[in-house]
C-alpha cells in the first residue's frame, strides 16, 4: 500500500463528460504534483503545487484543472478530454520540492 | 543538458545473475540521482538514490555507482530474482525530477 492514495483506480469517460481525479495524502507533505504516464514511458510532469499555490504548470491543455483545497488533497478535473488523454494519470507528494517523490498508484483513464 | 539518457531499453538477466542499468546526464548542477522502480499497474516507487558527493551507496542487493567525473551512475542489482522484474526509471533532480526513458528487467527462472 502506498501513502499517497488516488481515486478512482480506473476511469472510462466520453469525450463530452466532466470527471475528477482525487488525490490523498497525510505525511504533511508541502509539495503534491500531478504526472501523466503512456505506456512504456516515464512519467511526465503536468502540474506541481508548492504549499497550496500552483507553482508549475507545464503548457498542459486547459481541458485539465488542477486544484488544491487543502494541504492534503489535490484534484484534477477532466473535461472535453480528446482520445490520446488516455494514459495512467499519477499523484505524488514530497516534503518540499527538493525532497523525495512518494507516488500513489495512479487512475487508469480511457477515453472513448 | 536537462536530459537523462538511460540504457538498455530491456534486459534479461538469469535468475542470480547481475543486472547492471546505466544512466548519463549533462547538467552538473543536479542535486540528487534516485531510481525508481515500477511493477505494472503501480506507480513508481523509490528504490535507492545518491547525492553527487558519494561514489557508492548500497542497499541490500542495490548498489548506486555514481561517476561524477565522467556524469554517469548506474544500478547494480545482485542475485537478481524473478520478483525484480520490473520497470527501472533512473532520475536527476534540480528543482524537478528529470527521467530516464525507462528499462525493463525481465528476470528468468
Known amino acids: 500500500d502506498t501513502e499517497v492514495t488516488q481515486t478512482p483506480k480506473h476511469l472510462v469517460m466520453g469525450m463530452t463528460n466532466k470527471k475528477s481525479l482525487k488525490c490523498e495524502q497525510h505525511?504533511?507533505?508541502?509539495?503534491m504534483y500531478w504526472y501523466k504516464q503512456k505506456a512504456k514511458k516515464p512519467p511526465e510532469l503536468m502540474f506541481v503545487?508548492?504549499?497550496?499555490?500552483?507553482?508549475i504548470n507545464e503548457s498542459v491543455p486547459s481541458r485539465f484543472s488542477p486544484e488544491c483545497p487543502n494541504s492534503s488533497l489535490l484534484n484534477l478535473h477532466l473535461h472535453a478530454l480528446q482520445p490520446e488523454d488516455s494514459a495512467l494519470y499519477l499523484c505524488?507528494?514530497?516534503?518540499?520540492?527538493?525532497?523525495?517523490?512518494?507516488f500513489g498508484n495512479g487512475t487508469r483513464l480511457t477515453v472513448t | 543538458q536537462q536530459q537523462v539518457k538511460q540504457s538498455p531499453q530491456s534486459l534479461i538477466v538469469q535468475k542470480g545473475g547481475i543486472s547492471i542499468i546505466n544512466c548519463a546526464y549533462e547538467?552538473?548542477?543536479?542535486?540528487?540521482f534516485p531510481w525508481y522502480q515500477q511493477f505494472p499497474g503501480k506507480g513508481p516507487a523509490l528504490l535507492i538514490a545518491?547525492?553527487?558527493d558519494v561514489s557508492e551507496k548500497k542497499e541490500g542487493r542495490f548498489t548506486i555507482s555514481f561517476n561524477k567525473s565522467a556524469k554517469q551512475f548506474s544500478l547494480h542489482i545482485m542475485d537478481s530474482q524473478p520478483g525484480d522484474s520490473a520497470t527501472y526509471f533512473c532520475?536527476?533532480?534540480?528543482?524537478?525530477?528529470?527521467w530516464g526513458a525507462g528499462t525493463k528487467l525481465i528476470i528468468k527462472p
Open positions: 505524488a507528494s514530497s516534503q518540499d520540492r527538493t525532497g523525495q517523490h512518494h
Open positions: 505525511m504533511g507533505h508541502r509539495a
Open positions: 503545487y508548492s504549499y497550496e499555490k500552483l507553482s
Open positions: 547538467n552538473t548542477a543536479f542535486d540528487y
Open positions: 545518491i547525492r553527487p
Open positions: 532520475a536527476a533532480t534540480l528543482y524537478q525530477l528529470i
